[in-house]
């Protein structure tokens, strides 16, 4: 396990949130990211709310999605902060595939699980 201090976790959380092409920056809408010190079920993230591809179904009337992204668990996986880096881009990006409407089974085909 390595120590990383919750204010740097966010910046890691936040240079991957940079990482996403502008592209698809641009179409991610009405999402909240925070972190979260501990896991109450050990996931590494959860997204929870209204994938894009069924949004149309709720117009305005639906709620910001949030992504959350807890720091114990993905720490507790790592050994240095090179895996913590790693791990943080895989969970963000993970979380955000959800919000696209992207699932678990297809997010194991492409290797994002």
């Known amino acids: 396990m390595i ?3 919750e204010r740097r976790f966010e910046e890691l959380v936040a240079d991957a949130l940079d990482e996403i092409p502008e592209e698809l920056g641009r179409l991610i809408d009405n999402v909240v990211v925070q972190v979260r010190d501990g ?13 894009l591809t069924e949004r149309e179904a709720y117009g305005a009337l639906a709620m910001p999605d949030r992504i ?10 790592a050994t240095s902060e090179a895996e913590v ?7 963000v990006i993970h979380e955000v595939a959800h919000h696209f409407g992207i699932d ?7 290797g994002w699980s």
């Open 68 to 77: 959350t992204v807890y720091r114990r668990p993905i720490c507790e996986r």
């Open 104 to 110: 678990d089974d297809r997010l194991d085909e492409l």
């Open 85 to 91: 880096v790693a791990e943080v881009r895989v969970t």
């Open 39 to 51: 896991s109450p079920t050990g996931v590494l993230g959860l997204y929870q709310g209204v994938p």
């Open 3 to 5: 120590e990383i201090p």
